[in-house]
Nanobody, 126 residues
Framework: QVQLVESGGGLVQAGGSLRLSCAASGRTSSSNAMAWFRQDPGKEREFVAG????????NFADSVKGRFTISRDNAKNTMYLQMNSLKPEDTAVYYC???????????????????WGQGTQVTVSS
């Protein structure tokens, strides 16, 4: 089992920045792929960004490329999502997810991930 705890959400004005954190515990060695998803009420949960623990490969949704960065601190078992130039359409609950490695590919589907955090709300005001 892997436990994931997100933090860092909040209210920010458009153009501002936030950094989300995801602390992992438990059998983290079984989950080499980590990702952030987000979900607005009434919408599907969508992939935002992903990273592999070992090699640090990354992948981003087109909607956040150039604005968001993803990183991890292996020593702390913590993944980060730095969100810059935030827009009102970035408003959502952000979820941390963990799953098995897919080699060089980072899965963008919910089905690629086994473990999920409880989510943290990000609200961007216009």
């Amino acid at each position: 089992q892997v436990q994931l705890v997100e933090s860092g959400g909040g209210l920010v004005q458009a153009g501002g920045s936030l950094r989300l954190s995801c602390a992992a515990s438990g059998r983290t060695s079984s989950s080499n792929a980590m990702a952030w998803f987000r979900q607005d009420p009434g919408k599907e949960r969508e992939f935002v960004a992903g990273i592999t623990w070992s090699a640090g490969y990354t992948n981003f949704a087109d909607s956040v490329k150039g604005r968001f960065t993803i990183s991890r601190d292996n020593a702390k078992n913590t993944m980060y999502l730095q969100m810059n130039s935030l827009k009102p359409e970035d408003t959502a609950v952000y979820y941390c997810a963990a799953g098995p490695s897919l080699g060089l590919r980072i899965g963008t589907s919910r089905a690629n991930y086994i473990y999920w955090g409880q989510g943290t709300q990000v609200t961007v005001s216009s």
